[in-house]
């Protein structure tokens, strides 16, 4: 399997392979916002060592080819405004994003999941390109319709919200069209 573009440009940003400079960013970005978080599969992170040891694991599952982890900047400032990325098996992309809240509602994920799925479609080894979004999460379900992606199945239980209080939450699966 090849891997992804370490880099790919779209119009208003782009999406570079994460590196362990983009820690501070990160970690005041997003990864320490609660309102960010709600809803993810990761703890809030309370300190930038916990980004540190992120980026470490981004770094590594990159060069295992089984995780591919993107800063998202603006292409004016360089600024970083987001993540995104997906995880790789056997030819099956699920993909995922996450944004600072001071950009949220301004289309920069709907942008960056169809700049996402387009180089997915673009490596050989694509079978299938998924997502799943907590059933509550009603902003990332509209960006994955608008995307394109067509919503498959309500999940119960399917993953684990770490960020309240652990329960185990349903979610509606998501696929793209590889037609």
Known sequence: MKPLPERINLLRVALVKHTPQDAEEIFYSYA???????FLPWKTHESIDDTRAFLKIAIQTWKARTQFA???RMHDTGRLIGACGCLHTDGVFQIGYVFSPSVWGQGYATDVCSGLVQAIRENPAVRRITSFVDVENIRSMKVLERVGF???????EYFLAINQGGKKRDAWIYNFPLT
Request: glycine fraction near 0%; charged fraction near 35%.
């Open 70 to 72: 993107y800063s998202v």
């Open 150 to 156: 067509v919503r498959a199945e309500r999940a119960p």
């Open 32 to 38: 320490s916002k609660e309102q960010v978080t709600e």
